[in-house]
């Protein structure tokens, strides 16, 4: 017979917005357990964001070292032991997991069950040989990457993003499919550390962000020798050889075959339902993942779903801000509703690409009068100190200057949203930002200058030069 635990909350999955939910519970004093049926940490920790980074912080120096020359450095081909930079990688997961350990999260107070979970009905999942009724169930199993039905595709083997990390012998021909985030990501991260990369795109690159400032990145890759294919489709893959791979596509030029030694699907992600039995809960779902209100809730009132799992904007920061709002209802019965408005996303390419609210076309069509502001990296000192002059500082501003968006490119853009998402999130306006003080030299800078190109209209007006004059005559 199963034995049966009754916790105030059941948690399913130990990624970021599992975790955030377990700990919080669990730091208030409220019985919470935790099933995970993989690694602790989830995508992220070990497939996702930290080896990527990881990866990408590798690239980087290789990429400085080749050019040195622009600080009277003499330009240098980095010698890349592939095998190492892997290690690189694998110690960053490591000095990171026992943050998101078992030992950690029982330490906390959490009952942690290592085993697969399914719903046995609207109350009741199952991990291993305990079941569990508990008051509230959250769910939150995360995505893996979406295969697309490419012919030829099953017979070959390809790379996602939860194996290309085990690689410790660097890919000659790196062929990738998906000119997304981690497509591009990943291609400039290989083709620095010596790979020939190809990307191919079935639309734009970067087709969520703003196409201004996506051109930039797209051009910097293009200039590093990553060769982008967009509107371009994938008809058939097949295997060349012992170990290489051959990608039929067409484009508006027609049909050209590209030749490879690895291939990477990266043609974003899906929601992980498979093996929960939502039916039996009474739990909707569809392609995306699972169907929530803006409250986070099910179709099950008893249910609600975080992160990458629910369709929504998948990145590790949005699980962790679902999480906060899940366990202001759980714990706190408070009003919690999302608002994507706020969520900043971030492409960690070279120059980086980040965004947070309304895109200029979206904004004009929801606000109809708004404002475009724009400030150069070109003109900020630090920039020119550091020779990272490429990229700018775009503000979509409203009415009375309201803040509707802003989208960024350029060195350390994703540092520099943070500022941003505040301000949307506290509903400020362009007069707020111009208001404040940044140290110089810093790029936060180049920000500040966007927010107060907005007044210079006011310079121009015939009206407030002559209100000037008047008020000179007083001393």
Not at 41 to 56: E, I, Q, R, T
């Amino acid at each position: 017979m199963a034995k049966l635990l009754t916790p105030d909350i059941c948690v399913i999955g130990a990624g970021s917005g599992g975790l955030s939910v377990a700990a919080a519970a669990a730091a208030f004093g409220v019985p919470v357990v935790l099933i995970e049926k993989g690694k602790m940490g989830g995508d992220c920790l070990n497939y996702g964001c930290v080896p990527s980074k990881a990866m990408l912080a590798a690239a980087r120096h290789a990429h400085a070292l080749r050019h040195g020359a622009q600080f009277g450095i003499a330009d240098v081909e980095p010698d890349i032991d592939f095998s190492k930079v892997n290690q690189h990688i694998q110690a960053v997961v490591s000095a990171i997991a026992p943050n998101d350990s078992v030992e950690r999260f029982t330490a906390l107070g959490v009952q942690v069950i290592k085993a697969e979970a399914r719903f046995k009905d609207a109350r009741t999942v199952v991990a291993g040989d305990v079941e569990i009724r508990a008051r509230r169930f959250v769910i939150a199993t995360g995505s893996s990457p979406a295969i697309p039905p490419i012919p030829g595709l099953d017979g070959i083997g390809y790379l996602t993003n939860e194996t290309l990390f085990e690689q410790t012998s660097r890919p000659r021909h790196l062929v990738v499919i998906g000119g997304g985030p981690v497509g591009l990501e990943m291609a400039q991260a290989h083709r620095r550390l010596g790979s020939a990369v190809t990307v191919i795109e079935a639309a734009a690159a970067l087709g969520k962000h703003d196409p201004e400032m996506v051109a930039i990145v797209v051009k910097e890759l293009r200039a590093e020798g990553v060769e982008i294919h967009e509107e371009t489709l994938v008809k058939s893959v097949e295997r060349r050889g012992r170990s290489g791979v051959r990608v039929h596509i067409e484009s508006r030029a027609g049909a050209e075959i590209v030749d490879g030694t690895h291939l990477l699907v990266a043609t974003g992600r899906t929601g992980n339902v498979a093996g929960l039995d939502l039916k039996k809960a009474g739990i909707a779902c569809d392609r995306q993942g699972i169907k929530v209100t803006a409250k986070l809730r099910t179709t099950n009132r008893r249910v609600y779903a975080v992160g990458d799992v629910t369709g929504s904007l998948q990145f590790t920061h949005v699980a962790g801000y679902h999480a906060g709002l899940v366990v202001r209802a759980l714990l706190f019965r408070l009003p919690a509703r999302e608002n994507r408005q706020i969520i900043p996303r971030v492409t960690f390419t070279d120059p980086e690409l980040a965004d947070v609210g309304l895109g200029e076309a979206e904004a004009a069509t929801k606000h109809g009068a708004i404002r475009i502001l724009r400030w150069p990296y070109a003109e900020n000192d630090r920039a020119q100190a550091e020779r990272r002059t490429e990229g700018h500082v775009k503000l979509v501003a409203g009415k009375r200057g309201r803040i509707l968006g802003v989208s960024i490119v350029g060195a350390n853009a994703g540092e520099m949203i943070n500022m941003w998402a505040l301000a949307l999130t506290k509903d400020m306006t362009v007069k707020d930002v111009a208001a404040y003080v940044p140290p110089y030299p810093t790029m936060g800078e180049i920000g500040r200058r966007a927010a107060i190109t907005y007044f210079m209209e006011a310079t121009r007006k015939p009206l407030v030069r002559r209100v000037v004059r008047w008020l000179r005559v007083f001393g």
